[in-house]
Nanobody, 122 residues
Framework: VQLQAFGGGLVQAGDSLRLSCVVS??????MGWFRQAPGEDREFVGG????????FYADSVKGRFTISRDNAKNTVYLQMDNLKAADTAVYFC??????????????????WGQGTLVTVSS
């Protein structure tokens, strides 16, 4: 599986930004978005169960971030609205295959994109 994330940039608090993740290769069970701020652990942001399209989010972004996909383009989007300075991080997309463990655990994801930096100025 190959993933390529892009779309990061510098925005102001309250702005919106949409990240994209192009996926290719074998099928998988779940796609996740994670982020990592400087000096911090990688943090779960949201995910999508691939077969059903059901999405789930971390409490910190619920109501502000939305995951969607375009099957024709093999692309998953992370729409981020009402951005806050605390959202500043490198954002990654990743996929996991069916198995045990939590879908919010970064260690359960087998393949990762290269990350894209989102900087929110206050």
């Amino acid at each position: 599986v190959q993933l390529q994330a892009f779309g990061g940039g510098l925005v102001q608090a309250g702005d919106s930004l949409r990240l994209s993740c192009v996926v290719s290769g074998r099928t998988f069970d779940t796609m996740g978005w994670f982020r990592q701020a400087p000096g911090e652990d990688r943090e779960f942001v949201g995910g999508m169960f691939w077969n059903s399209g059901t999405t789930f989010y971390a409490d910190s972004v619920k109501g502000r971030f939305t995951i969607s996909r375009d099957n024709a383009k093999n692309t998953v989007y992370l729409q981020m609205d009402n951005l806050k300075a605390a959202d500043t991080a490198v954002y990654f997309c990743a996929v996991r295959f069916a198995g045990t463990g939590s879908n919010t655990d970064a260690g359960r994801y087998a393949y990762w994109g290269q990350g894209t930096l989102v900087t929110v100025s206050s």
